[in-house]
């Protein structure tokens, strides 16, 4: 089945600056990595995704990237706000043999802005 | 928009009691799944279901079942609990079942087991 590795596991920034958090998965099949945000107490919400046929795509401060021969992707916030505070999970769909498949998660990053 | 609705938001049970969670899909989506999450970790797929059927199984105790009914609406059923089932259940839909149909997820339920 599909391994997820996400890194680093707490990241620290000023407001203002750039967060970069990378992932790498193990199944080369997969091809659709999904980032999702989630707030204490609250459910995970999807931010941004990326279809293996593409290599970068953007949404206004939020873009992701993935290089699918090095099998790994990344999320990169610009201009960071404390509101993008929260833990992020990227994830990766994992076919496994079934007739459908599942996400299968990060290990998730604290992500921490500060004024 | 609508989003998924799930009931309970939080639930208190004792040990070796029974618990149902349940589970409201988007409008029109036709495909749910069911995550666990304990403190500190990320999602881990347990089962889901499309148009009615199970298509997946994850890691899923036994002692826990579920199903999608003709309205869509999903309920995991969860007998014989134990300290460990504590955790955070999500509810997550999606407008199709492939992997590249977004899921959507609920608010969650939390449940703790006494």
């Known amino acids: 089945g599909e391994n997820v590795e996400q890194h680093p596991s707490t990241l620290s920034v000023q407001e203002g600056d750039s967060a970069v958090i990378k992932c790498t998965y193990s199944d080369s099949a997969s091809n659709y990595f999904p980032w999702y945000k989630q707030e204490l107490g609250k459910g995970p919400q999807l931010i941004i995704d990326i279809r293996s046929n593409v290599g970068e795509k953007k949404d206004q401060r939020i873009a992701v990237t993935l290089n699918k021969t090095a099998k790994h992707f990344s999320l990169h916030i610009t201009e960071t706000q404390p509101e993008d505070s929260a833990v992020y999970f990227c994830?990766?769909?994992?076919?496994?043999?079934?007739?459908?498949?599942?996400?299968?998660f990060g290990q998730g990053t604290i992500l921490t802005v500060h004024p | 928009a609508a989003g998924v609705i799930q009931s309970p938001r939080h639930l208190i049970k004792e040990k070796r009691e029974t618990a149902t969670l349940k589970c409201y899909p988007i409008?029109?989506?036709?495909?749910v799944y069911w995550y666990q999450q304990g403190p500190g970790q990320d999602p881990q797929f347990l089962i889901s279901?499309?148009?009615?059927?199970?298509?997946d199984k994850g890691s899923i105790p036994d002692r826990f079942s579920a199903q999608q009914f003709s309205d869509y609406h999903s309920e995991l059923n969860m007998s014989s609990l134990e300290l460990g089932d504590s955790a955070l259940y999500f509810c997550?839909?999606?407008?199709?079942?492939?992997?590249?149909?977004?899921?959507?997820f609920g608010p969650g339920t939390r449940l703790t087991v006494l």
């Open positions: 279901f499309y148009e009615k059927m199970q298509s």
């Open positions: 994830a990766a769909w994992d076919a496994g043999g079934t007739s459908y498949g599942k996400l299968t």
């Open positions: 997550a839909s999606s407008l199709g079942p492939e992997g590249t149909d977004t899921q959507y």
């Open positions: 409008p029109r989506h036709d495909t």
